[in-house]
C-alpha cells in the first residue's frame, strides 16, 4: 500500500533553517510528482513546491522561491524541502504528496491523490 510519512518539523526563529523529509513506499504503480503543500491555521492547503520523478523538473510556490529546495535521495526513495530563512508566515502544517496523473504537473492539490499525515512547522521568535 502507497504509503508518505512526513519528517523534520518542529519549532524555529525567524531565519533559521529546516529540512523536512518524506519517505514514500508501497507505490507499486509509480508516481510521476512529488511535492509538499502547507496548511495554515484558519487557511486552505497550499502548494509549496513539486518535482517530477521522470524530468526532474521542479516547481515553487512565489512565496517560498529562493529560499526553499526540493531534492530527492532515489537510494532512499526520499523527497527534502530544505527551508532557509524561514519567516512567521511559513508556520503550517506541511504535507508531502505524490500525483499519478501522467497529465499534469505543478501544485494544484486536485491532482495530488496520495497524501502523509503532515508535519508541523513553527517559525515563532
Known amino acids: 500500500q502507497a504509503q508518505l510519512v512526513e519528517s523534520g518539523g518542529g519549532l524555529v526563529q525567524p531565519g533559521d533553517s529546516l529540512r523536512l523529509s518524506c519517505a514514500a513506499t508501497?507505490?507499486?504503480?509509480?508516481?510521476?510528482?512529488i511535492g509538499w503543500f502547507r496548511q495554515a491555521p484558519g487557511s486552505g492547503r497550499e502548494g509549496v513546491s513539486t518535482?517530477?520523478?521522470?524530468?526532474?523538473?521542479?516547481y515553487y510556490a512565489d512565496s517560498v522561491k529562493g529560499r526553499f529546495n526540493i531534492s530527492r535521495d532515489d537510494a532512499k526513495n526520499t523527497v527534502y524541502l530544505q527551508m532557509n530563512n524561514l519567516k512567521p508566515e511559513d508556520t503550517a502544517v506541511y504535507y508531502c504528496?505524490?500525483?499519478?496523473?501522467?497529465?499534469?504537473?505543478?501544485?494544484?492539490?486536485?491532482?495530488?491523490?496520495?497524501w502523509g499525515q503532515g508535519t508541523q512547522v513553527t517559525v515563532s521568535s
Open positions: 504528496a505524490a500525483s499519478d496523473d501522467w497529465g499534469y504537473f505543478g501544485i494544484d492539490r486536485a491532482h495530488y491523490n496520495y
Open positions: 518535482m517530477h520523478i521522470n524530468f526532474g523538473t521542479t
Open positions: 508501497g507505490f507499486a504503480s509509480g508516481y510521476t510528482s
